[in-house]
């Protein structure tokens, strides 16, 4: 059974960095895809971003000239950097497991993702 | 981005209603659509990936159908459990993107 844990600091002052790190066990993060998805109290989801095993990144646009995320194959962690933190990046923060599954579609197999293990998430607040 | 159109945002029903969430794409997304479930104080649950195919563990009262930019999730018979916030998700194009949400609520 995977398990995914985020920790960090709960508490970031605006214009400082965001910065967590998502602990995997129970399975090797060295085979799929993972992402970072935030939701600001009473608010819905937003995909942050992904990273798979090799180190590609997709990053969400809204925030690409903020965001890192990297990973560390040796310790079965993935981690995100965000820069220049305001009110509005205070959010529940989760990460999770890209899984994938191909299917047929008018002559083509295509890939249907979707996060089927996830973290508890953490709560970061940005207040001076 | 694409835009994912819940409706309704909200809705009251009874234990043992059926219950249907509609999940409208700005643009085509073949059959690169789930479903989740939220409850406060909750990571999202995953009940429905690929459009259709239930997630191991989901009870068979969940179902989801649709193709090309209109969606539904249908929960056949309502249970006290199921009482929850409800997420649709594209994985078709990045950045992917939810719906703003269902909140099922008990009548």
Known sequence: QVQLQESGPGLVKPSETLSLTCTVSGGS?????WSWIRQPPGKGLEWIGYIYYSGSTNYNPSLKSRLTISIDTSKNQLSLKLTSVTAADTAVYYCGRAAGIN?????NYYRADYFDYW???TLVTVSS | AIQMT???SSLSASVGDRVTIICRASQGIRSD?????Q???K????LIYAVSTLQSGVPSRFSG???GTDFTLTISSLQPEDFATYYCLQDYDYPWTFGQGTRVEIK
């Not at chain 2, 990571?43 to 995953?46: D, E, G, R, S």
């Open chain 2, 33 to 37: 659509l789930g479903w989740y479930q």
């Open chain 2, 6 to 8: 819940q409706s309704p």
């Open chain 2, 43 to 46: 990571a999202p649950k995953l």
């Open chain 2, 65 to 67: 159908s649709g193709s």
């Open chain 2, 39 to 41: 409850k406060p104080g």
């Open chain 1, 29 to 33: 993060i060295s085979s799929s895809y």
């Open chain 1, 119 to 121: 973290g508890q998430g």
């Open chain 1, 103 to 107: 299917y047929y579609d008018s002559g």
